[in-house]
């Protein structure tokens, strides 16, 4: 017998924003099964995985500058729709498909692939999972990525909790594996930096009121007043004009316009690992950088000026040891962070983040060694179970209740023309003028 020839993992990641791509792909890139897989029954050894990367076309589409920020590069890279991609996966053959999506975007995913997939002997392995942390519509969220092969968790605590949802509404758990964050990583923190610097992760979504932002912003500017030796850093993730994963209404260089800041404080933007690098205390709300500061055991502070909420998502963090006030912080508390709870989100700071995602390759690779092929999909709504809620989220993604483009779906048939493509991007910049310039000022209008 001839030896077999090596052949490449082929990886497809779909995603519908700029958090979500940096997400999924690096989660694929981690989660493949190594080069010194045996042959299967796909015929050949696997080496170095070639990553194709979707982009789902909506209000988040990442921009170019986005996608250079996030720093994550595939081997292909193009914008779809739900239906055009869907087309693509009846026609195209991959090993293993990352969805990198909303709740609701994983479940009509699902539901139309299940149907392109009807009838053929392969199909990929489906992996899903969460961007960071889950913090609230856990059930939601759950159950409309249930149907992947694997739907990761981020920790150990979720882990548990996500078993805990399927198993309480009779539903198979099984999918359910235990990974890390896949964007950790940099040195450790090792020392204090000259000049010592601060820095306030910014969210797009979390304050969503002009009050609290402002008043967030006026305490960074404070610190700033009353530490003049500190540098003074505001990371925001987008600019004007630009979505993320959550719309921003209020960008925070906006507000800024209006203050008189001093030399020491100062915007910016680029890969948080690299803004990490140069970090002596990181400040958030409750974003997942703050994961990621203390994988590095970077001192970091969770704020609880506004509270300690659900709305917020600082509550996420009750006993981690971060939670702090802008008042301590300018009185020069740094806080000490519990090894125990940092243990269980996934963060992985003792030094066990290599094997963090072995379990999951370990799976994909018997996932893909199955000779007889994987089974169809099943995810846990269907007409029959959810009538009233399953069909509105297909329909968002131009799919019939039996996951079929539904008459009049965009381009189902066929490849978006240049005009077509023209036509999409100044639609898309109309609805980003639309949200962050015009619906602000009509509700403002009506608070008068």
Not at 170 to 178: H, L, P, Y
Not at 420 to 429: E, N, Y
């Amino acid at each position: 017998m001839p030896p077999s020839t090596p052949k490449s993992l082929r990886i497809a990641v779909l995603a519908d924003s700029d958090t979500r791509w940096k997400w999924g792909a690096l989660t694929a890139t981690r989660i493949a099964p190594g080069p010194s897989m045996e042959a299967g029954p796909r015929g050949a050894t696997q080496v170095g995985p070639v990553l194709d990367g979707f982009l789902l076309r909506g209000r988040a589409t990442p921009t170019p500058r986005q996608l250079q920020e996030v720093g994550v590069h595939a081997d292909s890279l193009r914008e779809v729709t739900a239906v055009e991609f869907l087309r693509t996966m009846a026609q195209e053959s991959y090993d293993i498909l990352v969805v990198a999506l909303v709740g609701g975007g994983v479940q009509a995913v699902l539901h139309g692939l299940k149907r392109v997939w009807e009838g053929q002997p392969r199909r990929p392995v489906v992996v899903t999972g969460y961007v960071g942390v889950v913090y609230e519509k856990l059930a939601d969220g759950l159950l409309l990525r249930h149907g992947a092969d694997l739907v990761l968790a981020n920790s150990r605590q979720d882990a548990e909790r996500f078993r805990a949802v399927y198993d309480g509404v009779g539903a198979d758990a099984s999918a359910v594996t235990e990974v890390a964050l896949p964007f950790l990583g940099g040195e450790p923190y090792t020392g204090e930096h000259d000049p010592y610097t601060v820095v306030f992760a910014a969210q797009p979504s979390v304050p969503d009121n002009r009050r609290d932002r402002t008043y967030l912003l006026n305490r960074l500017i404070q610190h700033a007043r009353k530490h003049p030796e500190r540098e003074v850093l505001l990371k925001l993730r987008s600019k004007p004009g630009e979505h993320t994963t959550h719309i921003e209404e209020l960008p925070y260089q906006k507000l800024v316009q209006r203050l008189d800041p001093p030399a020491n404080f100062r915007l910016v933007y680029g890969n948080m690992g690299e803004v990490l690098d140069r970090t002596d205390l990181l400040v958030t709300i409750s974003s997942t950088a703050a994961l990621e500061s203390l994988h590095r055991r970077v001192p970091t502070v969770v704020l609880t000026d506004l509270g300690v909420r659900e709305v917020l998502g600082n509550h996420h963090f009750v006993g981690s040891g971060c939670l702090a006030s802008w008042d301590q912080l300018d009185d020069g508390h740094r806080p000490v962070a519990d090894e125990e709870w940092v243990a269980r989100q996934g963060v992985c700071a003792d030094g066990t983040y290599a094997t963090a995602f072995d379990a999951a390759r370990e799976r994909i690779a018997k996932l893909l060694d199955r000779p007889a092929g994987l089974p169809a999909l099943t995810p846990y709504y269907t007409p029959a179970t959810a009538p009233g809620y399953l069909p509105g989220i297909l329909a968002r993604h131009h799919l019939g209740p039996d996951g079929s483009p539904l008459p009049g779906a965009p381009a189902h048939d066929k490849e978006p023309g240049p005009v077509r493509q023209i036509v999409r991007r100044a639609a898309r910049g109309a609805y980003r003028h639309g949200v962050q310039r015009v619906a602000p000022v009509i509700r403002r209008m009506g608070e008068l």
